[in-house]
């Protein structure tokens, strides 16, 4: 061998040593028993999908690798409302969505966003693990569907825009703004003046980048992870509503599993929420100087102006008739009373 022959040979050598391919060896060697495909709308940089590798790992470890959790960040199996229709078929046997999205098929799983119900985390949390959240969980499980236990975070949502800053509610007058696809999404936002147009989060950074629309909304951890601050100038700390995803299982596909493996895989999505909920906290509160330093000009609004503006549209009262009596009574036992 001459010396450039064996300089490429031994940097190939380096490569291959690095190269990911070598983690096939450690694998077991027979594939799984049981695989469960699992797909999600954010960047492998978010927590969700952090912690999802974690969860997959510690379900791989547990069940001595009969049981794979093969996970689909960033749509790859499609956009949100397309991965909703493939979890009810079975294409797709886990999905984390957001509440609201799932009212498309479900109307009652809306009522946590209703917008300002909620002022803080332990609020959250005490709804969405008490009977608030029991309440939806069952509404779900009446279909060929089902949600886990603890939802995982979202968090709170902020307001960016290319064109101008929001600081009072008629600022959102007749803005062109990107929301979810749920019913109540795009009324909120038709109650503050703005023209909601209904995209998907995998289409949200093409439509912003190319001014099909002014601006979104976002938690923070959101807003970063998935660089929406690199087509947008600026951020309105608005805390309109607090969202969160429900890690949902398509039934036949999880019945499958024989009961002492369903186990494993229950706990290890329920007890990885906690880690995931505080990273995402965290990650809201931390992030404001980064995204600053990335050029994103934030301002504070006062948030009793933008639910005045709810209250007198008739929002609240709508959407009591609309959700029902139950759904809401048990809402504002959390939230205090709305409208
Ligand atoms: O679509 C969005 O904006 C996102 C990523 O926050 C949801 O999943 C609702």
């Known amino acids: 061998m001459n010396t450039t022959s064996r ?5 190939l050598m380096a490569v291959a040593a690095s190269a990911p391919s070598l983690t096939v060896i ?4 027979r594939a799984a028993e049981f695989t469960l495909r699992y797909a999600n709308n954010l960047p492998g940089t978010h927590p969700m999908n952090v912690r999802a590798k974690e969860m997959a790992a510690r379900v791989s470890a547990e069940s001595k690798g009969r049981v794979e959790i093969q996970i689909f960040p960033n749509n790859q199996l499609g956009g949100d409302t397309d991965t909703l229709s493939q979890l009810r078929s079975g294409a797709v046997d886990l999905f984390t969505l957001s509440p609201l999205i799932l009212g498309t098929f479900i109307p009652t799983a809306q009522v946590s966003g209703i917008g300002f119900a909620f002022n803080d985390y332990d609020n959250v949390w005490a709804a969405m693990d008490g009977d608030l959240g029991a309440y939806v969980r069952k509404q779900i499980g009446a279909t060929s569907i089902f949600a886990f236990e603890k939802i995982w975070n979202g968090g709170f949502r902020q307001i960016t825009t290319s064109t101008r800053a929001i600081a009072q509610p008629k600022d959102l ?9 749920s019913p109540l999404w795009t009324s909120m936002f038709k109650d503050f003046g703005a023209a909601p147009a209904s995209v998907n989060f995998s289409e949200v950074y093409s439509a912003l980048q190319t001014h099909v629309v002014e601006g979104q909304e976002n938690p923070l951890s959101i807003i970063y992870t998935a660089k929406l601050f690199e087509v947008q100038k600026f951020c309105s700390l608005t805390n309109h509503m607090w969202d969160g995803f429900w890690f949902l299982g398509n039934k036949d596909s999880f019945g499958r599993l024989p009961p002492d493996l369903q186990t494993i ?11 995931q909920r505080e990273d995402v906290t965290q990650l809201d509160r931390t992030l404001r100087s980064k995204l600053e330093s990335a050029g994103l000009k934030f301002n504070e609004v006062d948030k009793g102006e933008f639910r005045k503006q709810l209250q007198a549209s008739g929002f609240y009262s709508d959407w009591q008739k609309k959700l029902g009596p139950q759904a809401w009574s048990l809402l504002e036992k959390y939230s205090g009373k709305l409208g």
């Open 265 to 275: 895989v229950r706990n290890a999505i329920n007890e990885t929420a906690a880690k």
């Open 7 to 11: 300089r490429s040979f031994l940097k």
């Open 26 to 29: 450690s694998r077991p060697a």
């Open 173 to 181: 007058q007749g803005m062109k703004l990107r929301v979810p696809p």
